[in-house]
């Protein structure tokens, strides 16, 4: 008989780009076989947490084991909750290690830290980046099972020549610094004014009404979407060509692997576990953070260069089969049992 699941994570519908995927990866663990109840997709974040702790009370004794998302925001402290009531009626709990900044809790709340995830049956490390930063902290229950997509549901569109059509996929926040795309768009419109960029997400923090109004100001081809689902922006790939993540920290981004399935040249920032998810001018390229001029002409050098970024995209998306859930499930299989 397979586990009895509970999968504690947030699962908010308005939001589609947070890092968390639970509402995909309940529903392939479902199909096989395992019995799934999932928390929770409360907006206000009390009830989210109510809601969390009241399902650990009311099903402890019809769950065998809790898997629980783990970021190093305010969610931190609800998995820490959480925790503690899987320890109280003695309930075997996973964390699954997304957040990017999560190496700092790990150094400012050590106690936390401490009774979390050393207490955890296991510590399952989407990425390198945090499996090696775990590690050196000192704890051994602790896995690297990467995050994955349903690969057949991404179809590759083989590119042999490419235009500064840029997508960014992801949440508008400081974090993930929006606005450094919005400037790449610029400093591209003199050379190439053809170039245009489609940004999907949802608000988070006022940094989409700044977006919007530097585009306005200076007259850039910039489309904001708003959020969409997946299925709806991996239509919208087809017109683009090059994918820019911009973020200013990051652990291994669900949509940078999409975007690599989907035959998107990828740009992104070198930063957290994103070195481990591209190998720099192999299967895509890496500048620094914040750095408008390196992310720019990194984009040139992929549009003038079509036949080195074909073979990128090719390279891209064969890295990306070793995250298909067929291949993935085998060891979320033996771990839960």
Not at 137 to 143: D, R, S, V
Not at 190 to 199: F, R, T, V
Request: proline fraction near 3%.
């Amino acid at each position: 008989m397979k586990k009895r699941i509970l999968y504690i994570g947030n699962d908010l519908t308005i939001n589609s780009f947070t890092a968390t995927y639970i509402s995909f990866f309940s529903k392939v663990l479902k199909k096989e076989g395992y019995n799934v109840r999932t928390a929770s997709n409360k907006s206000n974040k009390a009830l989210r947490l109510l809601e969390m702790l009241g399902l650990i009370m009311r099903y402890h004794k019809t769950t065998d084991i809790v898997l629980i998302d783990t970021y190093g925001a305010m969610n931190f402290y609800y998995a820490y909750l959480v925790a503690k009531a899987c320890q109280f009626y003695k309930l075997d709990y996973i964390p699954i290690l997304h957040g990017g900044n999560l190496p700092d809790r790990l150094e400012k709340n050590k106690q936390f830290s401490k009774s979390l995830f050393g207490k955890a049956k296991m510590n399952v490390a989407p990425s390198l980046f945090l499996y090696n930063i775990f590690r050196e902290a000192g704890f051994t229950n602790l896995q690297n099972i990467p995050n994955s997509i349903e690969l057949s549901k991404y179809t590759f569109k083989q590119r042999t020549a490419f235009a500064p059509k840029l997508l960014w996929v992801r949440r508008f926040q400081e974090r993930y610094n929006p606005m450094l795309a919005v400037k790449v768009l610029e400093k591209l419109k003199g050379e190439y004014p053809e170039a245009s960029l489609c940004m999907v997400g949802p608000e988070k923090d006022g940094t989409l009404y700044k977006c919007k109004t530097y585009a306005k100001e200076h007259n850039l081809k910039v489309r904001f979407t708003g959020k969409l689902r997946k299925k709806q922006w991996a239509k919208l790939s087809v017109d683009a060509d090059i994918f820019l993540n911009t973020t200013n920290i990051d652990n291994t981004p669900i949509s940078v692997i999409e975007s690599m399935a989907l035959g998107l040249a990828v740009v992104s920032t070198d930063v957290g576990g994103m070195r481990f998810l591209i190998e720099d001018k192999k299967d895509g390229v890496l500048v620094p953070e914040k750095d408008v001029i390196a992310m720019t002409e990194a984009v040139r050098t992929l549009v003038e260069q079509p036949e080195i970024t074909s073979k990128m995209t090719l390279q891209a998306r064969e890295k990306v089969t070793g995250f298909d859930w067929e291949i993935v499930k085998v060891k979320w299989n033996q771990l839960l049992g």
